[in-house]
Nanobody, 113 residues
Framework: QVQLVESGGGLVQAGGSLRLSCAAS????????MGWYRQAPGKQRELVAR???????IYADSVKGRFTISRDNAKNTMYLQMNSLKPEDTAVYYC???????WGQGTQVTVSS
């Protein structure tokens, strides 16, 4: 089994920054993909960014240039540095791990205008 625990969410003013963390534990394949997804009220969950164990990244167009995904393989931890936050970034942010499609419990990010 795999456990994912997110942290770092909170309330921030527009233009501010937050850093999310996702710590993975359990039976984790050395080759894997980790990602951040978000879900705003009344909307579907959407991809924010993904990173492979080799460091290859992809980003949603809406966050390119503002968010940076990274990971520390030795610590099985993934990060999301979020800068220039906008009210439309408000959502619950979830950590995801493939293979296995594991999900964390989510962390709330609220950006006030």
């Amino acid at each position: 089994q795999v456990q994912l625990v997110e942290s770092g969410g909170g309330l921030v003013q527009a233009g501010g920054s937050l850093r999310l963390s996702c710590a993975a534990s359990g039976s984790i394949f050395s080759t894997n993909h980790m990602g951040w997804y978000r879900q705003a009220p009344g909307k579907q969950r959407e991809l924010v960014a993904r990173i492979s164990s080799g460091g290859t990244t992809i980003y949603a167009d809406s966050v390119k240039g503002r968010f940076t995904i990274s990971r520390d393989n030795a610590k099985n931890t993934m990060y999301l540095q979020m800068n220039s936050l906008k009210p439309e970034d408000t959502a619950v942010y979830y950590c995801n791990l493939l293979p296995g499609n594991y999900w964390g419990q989510g962390t709330q990010v609220t950006v006030s205008s």
